[in-house]
């Protein structure tokens, strides 16, 4: 009745934004992102027989009533699955910011699927998993997997066709994703409601759904080839379309801050100087900068001299979804 596993988050380069279905986390499009192997989440679950309530520990501390509220939802859809009715101890560490815009809710979510389904004793495949996953939260149905992950958003309205895939192993296609820290407080506007209020609000998103689908085409064109300035443009674009859509929305938003401003132009300038970057930006201020391996000193010196940047870690596509001996985490 117990079980560790651990996963990681995933940068979206084809973004998921909007719920068609908010109760099942259905996504009105496609995503398609990269596992990193730098941000993770170890997560613990046993389930025991004389809990009254579950009870969840993230970061060595208990999380508050909403927090609580929220993992007791997703255990909920976990147990009725498995048909059983004993609570459990959770016992989460995010190796990443929390509700900071570096996508702890997608290993966060990924990580408690994992282990609480293999404490209970069900074998799942990577596509039940990521279906569960996503029930927690839409960015951890693809971190399930490692590498180059695609999300397709399914037909149906079961959701019963709404997981992720593999498309590139971590191995295949070495990139550098620098993810460059300006700020790690928790954001104003959480990603579940800034799509939300997107989605029924912004006469702009219309102009998102038109195109997005061409812009997974093409980044899984550029990944297919290894095409490295193909695949940056595209995720660019993609960025920059889906935080548009949210100065239209009512009230209107934005995740930018002045640092986030100066690292994108830093980065169009490093372009105009020959070495290919490309940036993307979640719901947050942090910028994640793509560029090829080679160049990532020149990158990381470039945006390390600038007064608006904090740190900065660097990434690499990452593994998929592991599991731990029970021993490595204390219950
Ligand atoms: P981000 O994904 O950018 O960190 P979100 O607002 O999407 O920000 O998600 C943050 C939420 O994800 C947290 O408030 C919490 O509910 C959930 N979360 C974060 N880490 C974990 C974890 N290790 N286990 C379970 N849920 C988590
Ligand atoms: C901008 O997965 O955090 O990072 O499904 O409501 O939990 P919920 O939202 P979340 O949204 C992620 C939005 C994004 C884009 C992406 O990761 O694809
Ligand atoms: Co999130």
Request: glycine share 8%; hydrophobic share 40%; charged share 25%.
């Amino acid at each position: 009745m117990k079980a560790v596993a651990q996963a990681h988050t995933n940068i979206a380069l084809i973004k998921y934004w909007g719920k068609r279905d908010e109760a099942l986390f259905l996504p009105m499009n496609s995503s398609l992102s990269i596992t990193l192997d730098r941000f993770y989440t170890t997560t613990g679950v046993q389930f025991c027989k004389d809990l009254s309530k579950d009870i969840f520990m993230l970061n060595g501390e208990l999380v508050n009533e909403q927090e609580l509220a929220k993992m007791t939802r997703f255990l909920d859809i976990i147990r009725n699955y498995a048909g059983v009715q004993e609570h459990a101890i959770i016992n989460s560490t995010n190796k990443v910011p929390t509700a900071a815009g570096f996508a702890s809710s997608a290993s966060g979510y990924a990580a408690v699927a994992a282990a609480s389904t293999k404490a209970l004793g069900l074998e799942l495949g990577g596509k039940e998993l990521s279906m569960l996953a996503r029930r927690g939260s839409g960015s951890a149905t693809r971190s399930i997997f490692g590498g180059y992950v695609e999300w397709q958003k399914g037909e149906r309205e079961d959701g019963s066709d709404s997981y992720a895939k593999q498309i590139l192993g971590e191995k295949e296609w070495g990139l550098t994703i620098l993810s460059v820290l300006l700020e790690s407080k928790c954001k104003k506007v959480s990603s579940r409601e800034g799509m939300k209020r997107t989605v029924e609000t912004s006469p702009f998103y219309s102009g998102w759904l038109d195109t997005v689908e061409h812009d997974i085409y093409s980044a899984k064109e550029a990944i297919r080839n290894h095409d490295f300035d193909q695949l940056g443009k595209v995720s660019e674009a993609n960025a920059l379309k889906m935080h548009a859509t949210m100065l239209g929305a009512t009230p209107p938003f934005t995740y930018w801050q002045s640092g986030t401003l100066a690292v994108m132009e830093r980065i169009q300038e490093l372009r105009e100087e020959g070495i290919s970057a490309y940036f993307t930006i979640d719901a947050g201020p942090n910028v994640k900068v793509l560029c090829m391996p080679n160049d990532e000193e020149r990158v990381r010196a470039a945006l390390l001299h600038m007064s608006e940047v904090e740190d900065i870690y660097s990434c690499h596509p990452g593994p998929g979804i592991t599991y731990l001996p029970e021993s490595t985490m204390r219950m």
